[in-house]
T-cell receptor, first 114, second 111 residues
Protein backbone atom coordinates (compact mmCIF):
# COMPACT_ATOMS: atom_id res chain seq x y z
CA UNK A 1 0.00 0.00 0.00
CA UNK A 2 1.29 3.48 -0.85
CA UNK A 3 0.16 4.93 2.45
CA UNK A 4 -1.54 8.27 2.84
CA UNK A 5 -0.78 10.54 -0.10
CA UNK A 6 -0.76 14.32 0.10
CA UNK A 7 -0.25 16.97 -2.52
CA UNK A 8 1.37 19.31 -3.02
CA UNK A 9 4.35 18.62 -0.74
CA UNK A 10 5.31 22.27 -0.72
CA UNK A 11 3.26 25.35 -1.45
CA UNK A 12 4.37 28.97 -1.50
CA UNK A 13 1.67 31.55 -2.07
CA UNK A 14 0.93 35.18 -1.46
CA UNK A 15 -1.42 36.52 1.14
CA UNK A 16 -5.00 36.61 -0.10
CA UNK A 17 -4.64 33.70 -2.50
CA UNK A 18 -6.68 30.52 -2.29
CA UNK A 19 -4.83 27.38 -1.25
CA UNK A 20 -6.10 23.84 -1.75
CA UNK A 21 -4.44 20.89 -0.07
CA UNK A 22 -5.25 17.35 -1.14
CA UNK A 23 -5.25 13.99 0.58
CA UNK A 24 -5.79 10.40 -0.46
CA UNK A 25 -6.24 8.12 2.56
CA UNK A 26 -5.18 4.50 2.76
CA UNK A 27 -7.65 2.32 0.89
CA UNK A 28 -10.24 0.84 3.25
CA UNK A 29 -9.71 3.38 6.01
CA UNK A 30 -12.89 4.88 7.43
CA UNK A 31 -11.52 7.90 9.27
CA UNK A 32 -9.65 10.87 7.89
CA UNK A 33 -8.03 13.61 9.97
CA UNK A 34 -6.57 16.98 9.04
CA UNK A 35 -3.87 18.41 11.34
CA UNK A 36 -1.83 21.57 11.39
CA UNK A 37 1.64 21.62 12.95
CA UNK A 38 3.58 24.71 13.99
CA UNK A 39 6.41 25.28 16.43
CA UNK A 40 4.23 27.52 18.57
CA UNK A 41 1.05 25.44 18.74
CA UNK A 42 2.30 21.91 18.12
CA UNK A 43 0.00 19.40 16.46
CA UNK A 44 -3.58 20.66 16.18
CA UNK A 45 -6.54 18.64 14.95
CA UNK A 46 -8.54 20.75 12.51
CA UNK A 47 -11.33 18.39 11.43
CA UNK A 48 -12.04 14.71 11.02
CA UNK A 49 -14.36 12.62 8.87
CA UNK A 50 -15.95 9.22 9.32
CA UNK A 51 -17.20 7.53 6.15
CA UNK A 52 -16.84 10.85 4.30
CA UNK A 53 -19.02 12.72 6.84
CA UNK A 54 -17.46 15.54 8.91
CA UNK A 55 -17.72 14.58 12.58
CA UNK A 56 -15.91 17.34 14.43
CA UNK A 57 -14.72 20.60 12.88
CA UNK A 58 -14.27 22.49 16.14
CA UNK A 59 -10.56 22.80 15.44
CA UNK A 60 -11.01 24.72 12.21
CA UNK A 61 -9.56 28.13 13.06
CA UNK A 62 -12.07 30.30 11.22
CA UNK A 63 -14.36 30.56 8.24
CA UNK A 64 -11.44 30.93 5.90
CA UNK A 65 -10.83 27.21 6.34
CA UNK A 66 -13.06 24.57 4.80
CA UNK A 67 -12.71 20.82 4.23
CA UNK A 68 -14.54 18.34 2.08
CA UNK A 69 -14.50 14.62 1.49
CA UNK A 70 -16.53 13.90 -1.64
CA UNK A 71 -15.66 10.20 -1.62
CA UNK A 72 -13.76 7.61 0.37
CA UNK A 73 -10.50 8.18 -1.48
CA UNK A 74 -10.18 11.95 -1.57
CA UNK A 75 -10.31 14.95 0.71
CA UNK A 76 -9.41 18.62 0.38
CA UNK A 77 -8.57 21.37 2.83
CA UNK A 78 -9.07 24.84 1.44
CA UNK A 79 -7.90 28.18 2.81
CA UNK A 80 -9.46 31.26 1.26
CA UNK A 81 -8.11 33.88 1.61
CA UNK A 82 -4.75 32.74 2.97
CA UNK A 83 -2.80 34.76 5.54
CA UNK A 84 0.85 34.60 6.69
CA UNK A 85 -0.22 33.09 10.03
CA UNK A 86 -1.54 30.06 8.12
CA UNK A 87 2.04 29.08 7.33
CA UNK A 88 2.51 25.59 8.78
CA UNK A 89 2.84 21.94 7.89
CA UNK A 90 -0.56 20.38 7.22
CA UNK A 91 -0.86 16.65 7.75
CA UNK A 92 -3.60 14.32 6.69
CA UNK A 93 -4.00 11.01 8.55
CA UNK A 94 -6.31 8.05 8.21
CA UNK A 95 -7.38 5.10 10.32
CA UNK A 96 -9.58 2.06 9.95
CA UNK A 97 -12.54 0.87 11.98
CA UNK A 98 -10.79 -2.27 13.23
CA UNK A 99 -7.84 -0.26 14.57
CA UNK A 100 -9.60 3.04 14.84
CA UNK A 101 -7.26 4.85 17.16
CA UNK A 102 -4.10 4.09 15.15
CA UNK A 103 -3.61 6.94 12.76
CA UNK A 104 -1.31 6.78 9.75
CA UNK A 105 0.03 10.12 8.64
CA UNK A 106 0.76 11.39 5.18
CA UNK A 107 4.06 13.17 4.40
CA UNK A 108 2.50 16.58 4.96
CA UNK A 109 2.21 19.79 2.94
CA UNK A 110 4.56 22.58 3.94
CA UNK A 111 2.67 25.84 3.34
CA UNK A 112 4.32 29.23 3.29
CA UNK A 113 2.12 32.29 2.89
CA UNK A 114 4.07 35.44 2.07
CA UNK B 1 -12.44 17.62 27.87
CA UNK B 2 -9.27 15.57 27.86
CA UNK B 3 -5.93 17.30 28.34
CA UNK B 4 -2.50 15.69 27.90
CA UNK B 5 0.66 17.16 29.37
CA UNK B 6 4.09 15.94 28.30
CA UNK B 7 7.48 16.38 29.99
CA UNK B 8 10.22 17.25 29.44
CA UNK B 9 10.03 19.42 26.34
CA UNK B 10 13.68 18.65 25.57
CA UNK B 11 15.75 15.70 26.74
CA UNK B 12 19.43 15.22 26.07
CA UNK B 13 21.04 11.86 26.88
CA UNK B 14 24.37 10.21 26.19
CA UNK B 15 24.35 7.52 23.54
CA UNK B 16 23.81 4.17 25.20
CA UNK B 17 21.95 5.61 28.18
CA UNK B 18 18.21 5.33 28.78
CA UNK B 19 15.59 8.01 28.10
CA UNK B 20 12.23 8.42 29.80
CA UNK B 21 9.42 10.70 28.64
CA UNK B 22 6.31 11.18 30.78
CA UNK B 23 2.74 12.17 30.03
CA UNK B 24 -0.25 12.81 32.23
CA UNK B 25 -3.88 12.85 31.17
CA UNK B 26 -6.96 14.33 32.79
CA UNK B 27 -9.89 12.14 31.72
CA UNK B 28 -10.04 8.80 33.53
CA UNK B 29 -12.18 7.44 30.66
CA UNK B 30 -9.19 7.54 28.30
CA UNK B 31 -8.41 4.01 27.22
CA UNK B 32 -5.77 4.16 24.50
CA UNK B 33 -2.30 5.72 24.67
CA UNK B 34 -0.06 5.77 21.60
CA UNK B 35 3.43 7.17 21.18
CA UNK B 36 4.54 8.67 17.88
CA UNK B 37 8.04 9.50 16.69
CA UNK B 38 8.65 12.37 14.29
CA UNK B 39 12.06 12.72 12.71
CA UNK B 40 13.10 16.10 11.36
CA UNK B 41 11.06 16.98 8.28
CA UNK B 42 9.15 13.72 8.37
CA UNK B 43 5.68 12.59 9.36
CA UNK B 44 4.71 11.34 12.85
CA UNK B 45 4.83 7.54 12.98
CA UNK B 46 3.41 5.21 15.59
CA UNK B 47 6.15 3.40 17.52
CA UNK B 48 4.22 1.77 20.35
CA UNK B 49 0.81 1.94 21.97
CA UNK B 50 -0.93 0.62 25.08
CA UNK B 51 -4.52 0.12 26.10
CA UNK B 52 -5.97 0.76 29.53
CA UNK B 53 -6.28 -2.94 30.38
CA UNK B 54 -2.50 -3.39 30.21
CA UNK B 55 0.13 -1.97 32.57
CA UNK B 56 3.23 -2.35 30.42
CA UNK B 57 4.20 -3.18 26.87
CA UNK B 58 7.64 -3.76 25.37
CA UNK B 59 9.02 -3.82 21.85
CA UNK B 60 12.76 -4.39 21.71
CA UNK B 61 14.42 -1.26 23.13
CA UNK B 62 11.21 0.68 23.75
CA UNK B 63 8.57 0.17 26.40
CA UNK B 64 5.52 2.00 27.64
CA UNK B 65 4.10 1.88 31.15
CA UNK B 66 0.67 3.00 32.27
CA UNK B 67 -0.48 3.98 35.75
CA UNK B 68 -4.25 4.40 35.58
CA UNK B 69 -4.57 5.44 39.22
CA UNK B 70 -2.16 8.32 38.79
CA UNK B 71 -3.30 8.94 35.20
CA UNK B 72 0.15 8.94 33.71
CA UNK B 73 2.06 6.92 31.16
CA UNK B 74 5.70 6.88 30.15
CA UNK B 75 7.92 5.97 27.23
CA UNK B 76 11.19 4.25 28.02
CA UNK B 77 14.00 3.90 25.48
CA UNK B 78 17.00 1.82 26.51
CA UNK B 79 20.47 1.73 24.94
CA UNK B 80 19.77 4.89 23.00
CA UNK B 81 21.26 5.26 19.53
CA UNK B 82 21.76 8.28 17.24
CA UNK B 83 18.72 7.27 15.17
CA UNK B 84 16.53 7.71 18.26
CA UNK B 85 17.00 11.49 17.94
CA UNK B 86 13.56 12.87 17.08
CA UNK B 87 10.49 14.52 18.56
CA UNK B 88 8.26 12.11 20.46
CA UNK B 89 4.54 12.73 20.97
CA UNK B 90 2.23 11.02 23.39
CA UNK B 91 -1.54 10.99 22.95
CA UNK B 92 -4.69 9.78 24.66
CA UNK B 93 -8.00 8.66 23.23
CA UNK B 94 -11.42 8.08 24.71
CA UNK B 95 -14.24 6.63 22.66
CA UNK B 96 -14.55 8.98 19.76
CA UNK B 97 -11.34 7.92 17.99
CA UNK B 98 -9.95 11.40 18.36
CA UNK B 99 -6.42 11.61 19.74
CA UNK B 100 -5.54 14.34 22.22
CA UNK B 101 -1.85 15.09 21.75
CA UNK B 102 0.93 16.09 24.10
CA UNK B 103 3.18 19.00 23.12
CA UNK B 104 6.10 16.77 22.17
CA UNK B 105 9.57 16.02 23.54
CA UNK B 106 12.69 16.68 21.52
CA UNK B 107 15.12 13.85 22.28
CA UNK B 108 18.77 14.54 21.57
CA UNK B 109 21.27 11.69 21.64
CA UNK B 110 24.79 12.92 22.34
CA UNK B 111 27.64 10.89 20.79
Amino acid sequence: DAGVIQSPRHEVTEMGQEVTLRCKPISGHDYLFWYRQTMMRGLELLIYFNNNVPIDDSGMPEDRFSAKMPNASFSTLKIQPSEPRDSAVYFCASSQITRKETQYFGPGTRLLVL
Amino acid sequence: GENVEQHPSTLSVQEGDSAVIKCTYSDSASNYFPWYKQELGKRPQLIIDIRSNVGEKKDQRIAVTLNKTAKHFSLHITETQPEDSAVYFCAASIHNYQLIWGAGTKLIIKP
